[in-house]
């Protein structure tokens, strides 16, 4: 009888163990292998989708839609933050500002975000060794950089948002005669004629002599010869000439009481926003990826990406992508991502800087992972959501 209690007790037990290693295994997959419920290759749009709260002490409905999207994309794991409204709602700025608001430097978009009072931000463009966007930047109708007509270039005004492709052409008028400005906030070379203003710091920057021509309000103030570094002020401009250029201030005749006007086309108004992109993504709402962006080199890769996309009515998509995470978020060629903004409705698309710059800040939380270990990378530049009360 002993021996009978004791077989059916070692039986009991053995159910048991089984019956719990068959709940810790698929509880282990749930819990561990995620990503891997999906059929490889299968595409979807489907998953978890975190959105955004209200912020605080307002009862009223945002005008802006966020929304986190756990997917899998050709096989791939991806996490995907994205955000949605009308730039023309009179609730809603939206715009691109620099780091510390000057040419040069980089700030971590918190930063950029807490001083500008930003409901919502992400990274921005390219920037070359110290901060300084590739091509034009312009803020609430102020031009800071130059076009160059090599990329795409978000425009935003009363008209509305578009990507275009652009040059400026600059130029000062002295006694009728018109003289080309070659560039604008830029560091001076042997040749060039250089306007600056004090978006580009205290001084021109200048490395080799130079002669200078000081403007406020059309009237030359002061003519520098034989200069170096020559200082900036708010209230005026500054035209540097460059080497052989140089003596060509004296040959005209130009002294102080002048007049001499400053001439800059296309000439966009004085309320409007613009910032240089990489390579365009999606136009008529079809991809039309390189297979080479010239700031962010292959967009074969599987990386970290954010762009901007327009929809058909207007509304603007901002999109970040993780990526370079395996088992969390491997991130997007140039390819997947613009099919992807295509499937959300977007026409138009072009990229903005990425890999562990890509990030999305809302409400002054960090909603994305970055690549470099999900900690912040000070950026140069960011475009930025603000939520205005009242009418």
């Known amino acids: 009888m002993k021996k009978s209690n004791h077989k059916l007790i070692i039986i009991i037990v053995l159910i048991g163990l089984l019956t719990l290693s068959f709940i810790f295994f698929h509880a282990g997959q749930f819990l561990f292998f995620r990503e891997n419920l999906q059929p490889a290759g299968a595409d979807t749009t489907a998953g978890d989708t975190e959105s955004g709260d209200?912020?605080?002490?307002?009862?009223?409905?945002?005008?802006?839609?966020y929304k986190h999207i756990s997917t899998v994309i050709s096989g791939y794991r991806q996490e995907i933050f994205t955000l949605e409204f009308d730039p023309s709602d009179h609730r809603i700025e939206f715009k691109p500002v620099l780091s510390y608001d000057n040419v040069f430097g980089f700030e971590k978009l918190s930063e950029i975000s807490a001083r500008t009072g930003a409901y919502a931000a992400i990274n921005g463009g390219f920037s070359y060794e110290y901060g300084d966007p590739v091509g034009m930047a312009a803020v609430d109708g102020k031009l800071l950089m130059a076009a160059t007509g090599y990329d795409p270039v978000f425009i935003m005004d009363k008209s509305g948002a578009r990507f275009e492709k652009i040059t400026s052409v600059m130029s000062f008028l002295f006694k009728n005669e018109s003289i080309s400005i070659n560039k604008l906030n830029r560091s001076g070379k042997d040749g060039n004629i250089i306007l600056y203003t004090?978006?580009?710091?205290?001084t021109n920057r200048a490395e080799v002599k130079n002669t200078s021509v000081r403007v406020r309000n059309g009237i030359v103030t002061d003519v520098y010869y034989d200069a170096v570094q020559v200082g900036l002020t708010k209230d005026t401009q500054l035209v540097s000439f460059f080497g052989k250029k140089a003596t060509l201030p004296g040959e005209l005749g130009i002294k102080a009481g002048d007049p001499l006007s400053i001439k800059i086309l296309p000439d966009l108004g004085t309320a409007y926003q613009a910032f240089s992109f990489g390579s365009m993504l999606v136009?008529?709402?079809?991809?039309?990826?390189?297979?080479?962006?010239?700031?962010?080199g292959t967009l074969l890769n599987r990386d970290p990406r954010t762009a901007v996309g327009i929809m058909a009515d207007g509304?603007?998509?901002l999109i970040v992508a993780d990526?370079?995470?395996?088992?969390?978020?491997t991130g997007l060629t140039g390819k997947e991502?613009?099919?992807?903004?295509?499937?959300?409705?977007?026409?138009?698309?072009?990229?903005?800087?990425?890999?562990?710059?890509?990030?999305?800040?809302?409400e002054g939380t960090l909603k994305n992972r970055p690549s470099d270990r999900g900690m912040e990378r000070p950026v140069a530049s960011a475009f930025i959501i603000r939520i205005k009360d009242g009418p």
């Open 54 to 65: 209200l912020p605080s002490g307002r009862t009223d409905p945002l005008p802006l839609e």
């Open 198 to 202: 004090s978006d580009y710091g205290s």
């Open 283 to 296: 136009k008529g709402g079809k991809a039309v990826v390189p297979e080479n962006d010239r700031w962010a």
């Open 315 to 317: 509304r603007l998509l």
């Open 323 to 329: 990526g370079r995470q395996p088992g969390y978020s």
């Open 337 to 362: 991502l613009a099919e992807y903004m295509i499937k959300l409705g977007v026409e138009e698309a072009a990229m903005l800087d990425g890999g562990a710059s890509s990030q999305m800040l809302v």
